[in-house]
């Protein structure tokens, strides 16, 4: 079955301070890589998302890294803020044509003030 | 607005009684799918649906019926709902081949 594992489930950052978040996956066939953002009693939205033919993407302060050797990716969220507070959610697809995601777990963010 | 709904947001059933969980999307997207969200296992796949007519199994279709008549509508059937389908969905939407999904606002199920 295919997998994305998630890493940690909940992390307590600092304000100001940088939260990175973890996923790695098995399957090779994956070609797109997002980050979903969820807040409480909402559904969850997009955020950032990489293909692997690029090590890193930035936007604002989100910013993924990719390592398709390790098969690994991740989420820095530089001078992470109290409204960055969600679960966030890594996901993979790779079905050509249309795609079906496969999540992480999520990690439940918490920046205290 | 450019928007996913469902209804009902909030449902308190009981074992046995079938129940609909409606979801409609005006983004004209090919698109959609159901998952469901539970505590410490993130966001499974229930059924997805490629186009009108075009539906297949996710991860966790057991216990789950959808149809696709319409494009912009997919509804979700519990046919004989079950304690153990409690839980939180969400229906998604998105146009083909990018794996941008729009997701509604949820649905809380409680099964009694």
């Known amino acids: 079955q295919q997998q994305v594992k998630q890493s940690p489930q909940s992390l307590i950052v600092q304000k100001g301070g940088i939260s990175i978040i973890n996923c790695a996956y098995e399957n090779t066939a994956f070609d797109y890589f997002p980050w979903y953002q969820q807040f409480p009693g909402k559904g969850p939205a997009l955020l950032i998302a990489?293909?692997?033919?690029?090590s890193e993407k930035k936007e604002g302060r989100f910013t993924i890294s990719f390592n398709k050797s390790a098969k690994q990716f991740s989420l820095h969220i530089m001078d992470s803020q109290p409204g960055d507070s969600a679960t966030y959610f890594c996901a993979a697809s790779s079905i050509p044509g249309y795609s079906t995601l496969t999540f992480g777990k999520g990690t439940m963010l918490l920046v205290s003030p | 607005e450019a928007q996913v709904t469902q209804n009902p947001r909030y449902l308190i059933t009981v074992t046995g009684k079938k129940l609909t969980v409606t979801c409609s999307q005006n983004m004209n997207h090919e698109y959609m799918s159901w998952y469901r969200q539970d505590p410490g296992l993130g966001l499974r796949q229930i059924y997805y649906s490629m186009n009108v007519e075009v539906t297949d199994k996710g991860d966790v279709p057991e216990g789950y019926k959808v149809s696709r008549k319409e494009k912009r509508n997919f509804p979700l059937i519990l046919e004989s709902p079950s304690p153990n389908q409690t839980s939180l969905y969400f229906c998604?939407?998105?146009?083909?081949?990018?794996?941008?999904?729009?997701f509604g606002p949820g649905t809380r199920l409680t099964v009694l």
């Open positions: 990489i293909r692997p033919d690029v």
């Open positions: 998604a939407s998105s146009w083909g081949g990018t794996g941008r999904e729009f």
